[in-house]
């Protein structure tokens, strides 16, 4: 029997039903919430292991009594993350699942979801669309409903509690929607809550529901044919092996960049955490294997000057994290700067460098000594990557 179900993002996190609990403080809540799938993240100016926070929010929400929930999670959030959450929630708890918001409840033919910087448009399992909460409120929603009104009849809003502005731009969306003739509507709080309650009340969690049990978790890394429709992008999620030669790229528009990347690999946008905000692109065969794209203006594109802010803020770091610092390098007919981030289980070589009044920063990740599983689309994007308009 399910005896709680917990929201876990995009604006809180919280018991929504199962009695009451004790409310983390905001501030742990934002700095896991924030993290994504980075390992460490930042609370009062110190690193703390995200693991670990996740699991002193959820014995503080949960306590040691409950003895099993479902999580409902952002429906964008990468499978990587969902599994992170379900571990240190199964520290407290024994019994985990986990639903994405657009499976629970009432359901439609689409899906609409809002986040603090993107709403995502979901149409089916296999189909997920994210677009960018940029410019006025107005052309916003109208973006969402003219993308939504393609896809079905019947279009679900989803104005989560805790994200600015959500409830607002959800109505417009609806009001969008219904001027073109589809049946919206909102899922707000009330209806949220009340699809808690009815999930409480079953008495067989077998039953078949909208919940995906934490055994599926175990195959987070199976490839998935999905389509991804970012800043107006489509990219055709495929598998594929990463290390052959990059035969057939695609051009990739994010922000004020562009640059090509293989044909065939999945992009999404990764937002917060200790890094910058940035785009990844990643085969669908291989966990470890993926190209990062951040970028940020700069009043000077001086590389010396980069190359020292670069390394003032990787001596903030904990030693080991950062290595093999090289200001003045050359990749794919550039001049680079150059360092290794090193993860668990990979490691990400970055490449720095000035287009204009744009700095891009590229990152090659790959699992330890297995460079050349990266080193074509790497080359490929470094060589390719321009500043345009």
Same mark, same amino acid.
């Given at each position: 029997?399910?005896?709680a179900?917990?929201?876990?993002g995009?604006g809180?996190l919280?018991v929504?039903?199962g ?8 501030d742990l809540?934002?700095a896991a919430?924030q993290a994504?799938e980075?390992?460490?993240t930042l609370l ?6 995200v693991?670990?926070?996740?699991q002193?929010l959820f014995g ?5 009594s ?8 952002p429906t964008?959030w990468?499978?990587? $993350?969902?599994a992170?959450v379900?571990? %240190?929630? *199964? +520290?407290?708890v =024994?019994?985990?699942?986990?639903c994405?918001r /657009? ?7 689409v ?5 603090p910087d993107?709403?995502a ?6 189909a997920?669309?994210?677009?960018a909460?940029?410019?006025?409120v ?5 973006r969402v409903?003219? $993308?939504a009104?393609r896809?079905?009849? %019947?279009v *679900? +809003?989803?104005? =989560?509690?805790?994200?600015p502005?959500a409830? /607002?731009?959800?109505?417009?969306i609806?009001t ?6 589809r049946?919206g509507w909102?899922?707000d709080?009330h209806?949220?809550?009340?699809a808690?309650t009815r999930?409480?009340e079953?008495e067989n969690p077998e039953?078949?529901?909208?919940v995906?049990a934490h055994?599926s978790?175990?195959?987070?890394? *199976?490839a998935?044919?999905?389509?991804a429709v970012?800043?107006?992008i /489509?990219?055709?999620?495929g598998?594929r ?5 990059v035969?057939?790229t ?6 004020s ?11 999404r946008?990764?937002?917060g955490?200790?890094?910058s ?11 470890e294997?993926?190209?990062?794209i951040?970028?940020s203006r700069?009043?000077s594109g ?5 190359a ?7 001596a903030a770091?904990p030693?080991g994290?950062f290595v093999d610092?090289?200001?003045a390098?050359?990749?794919?007919g550039?001049?680079?700067v150059?360092?290794r ?5 990979h490691d990400?070589?970055w ?9 891009i920063?590229?990152?090659?990740q790959s ?7 990266i080193?074509a689309a ?7 990557a321009?500043?345009i308009?």
């Amino acid at each position: 029997m399910i005896e709680a179900v917990c929201e876990i993002g995009p604006g809180r996190l919280r018991v929504l039903t199962g009695g009451e609990r004790e409310s983390p403080p905001t501030d742990l809540v934002d700095a896991a919430l924030q993290a994504g799938e980075e390992r460490l993240t930042l609370l009062a100016d110190r690193p703390v292991d995200v693991a670990q926070l996740w699991q002193c929010l959820f014995g503080r929400l949960l306590g040691t009594s409950t003895r099993s929930v479902v999580l409902v999670h952002p429906t964008w959030w990468p499978p990587a $993350l969902v599994a992170v959450v379900v571990e %240190a929630a *199964r +520290v407290s708890v =024994p019994h985990v699942s986990t639903c994405p918001r /657009a499976e629970f409840g009432e359901t439609a033919d689409v899906s609409v979801e809002i986040g603090p910087d993107h709403v995502a448009v979901r149409a089916g399992p296999d189909a997920l669309h994210l677009e960018a909460r940029w410019g006025a409120v107005e052309n916003i929603a109208d973006r969402v409903a003219q $993308l939504a009104s393609r896809y079905g009849a %019947a279009v *679900r +809003v989803d104005a =989560p509690d805790g994200v600015p502005g959500a409830e /607002a731009l959800g109505a417009l969306i609806v009001t969008g929607l219904r001027a073109r003739n589809r049946a919206g509507w909102l899922f707000d709080e009330h209806r949220l809550r009340v699809a808690a309650t009815r999930m409480v009340e079953i008495e067989n969690p077998e039953s078949p529901r909208p919940v995906r049990a934490h055994r599926s978790l175990r195959h987070v890394t *199976r490839a998935a044919a999905a389509v991804a429709v970012l800043i107006g992008i /489509a990219i055709v999620v495929g598998v594929r092996d990463p290390g052959e030669p990059v035969s057939t790229t695609k051009e990739l528009v994010e922000g004020s960049i562009a640059l090509r990347i293989p044909e065939g690999w999945t992009v999404r946008r990764v937002i917060g955490g200790t890094g910058s905000d940035r785009v990844q692109v990643a085969p669908a065969a291989d966990s470890e294997t993926a190209l990062h794209i951040t970028q940020s203006r700069v009043a000077s594109g001086d590389m010396a000057a980069i190359a020292d802010a670069l390394r003032t803020a990787m001596a903030a770091e904990p030693p080991g994290v950062f290595v093999d610092f090289t200001a003045a390098d050359h990749r794919a007919g550039r001049s680079v700067v150059t360092y290794r981030e090193v993860r668990p289980g990979h490691d990400i070589r970055w490449n720095v460098f000035v287009d204009r009044d744009v700095r891009i920063s590229i990152g090659c990740q790959s699992a330890p000594g297995r460079f050349d599983a990266i080193d074509a689309a790497c080359d490929e994007a470094v060589r390719s990557a321009r500043v345009i308009g």
